[in-house]
């Protein structure tokens, strides 16, 4: 089995940054694609940006030039600094692996629990 565990959301105000992190647990081979989705209150769940173990990544329209995705292939773990944030930045984001082979030679799929980030204004 594979787990993703998030960290790092909160409530700030309007223009200031938090930095969101993802660890993948289990006995992982390796991870094709890491990323951060979104959802908000009444909408669909959205991607926000999305990383290979290569370091290609894409975002959302509305994160570029704000929204900054890393990882750490040798730790599992993916990160989203998040700078100047809006109000209508506020949702859960989840994390997901895609691809993820495991020792046993299984593919998997994984999500996160979810992390609330509050933008107040």
């Known amino acids: 089995q594979v787990q993703l565990v998030e960290s790092g959301g909160g409530l700030v105000q309007a223009g200031g940054s938090l930095r969101l992190s993802c660890a993948a647990s289990g006995t992982i081979f390796s991870i094709n694609r890491m990323g951060w989705y979104r959802q908000a209150p009444g909408k669909r769940r959205e991607l926000v940006a999305a990383?290979?173990?290569?370091?290609?990544?894409n975002y959302a329209d509305s994160v570029k030039g704000r929204f900054t995705i890393s990882r750490d292939n040798a730790k599992n773990t993916v990160y989203l600094q998040t700078n100047s944030l809006k109000p209508e930045d506020t949702a859960v984001y989840y994390c997901n692996a895609d691809h993820v082979v495991t020792f046993d030679g299984r593919w998997h799929d994984a999500w996160g629990q979810g992390t609330q980030v509050t933008v107040s204004s």
């Open positions: 990383i290979t173990s290569g370091g290609s990544t």
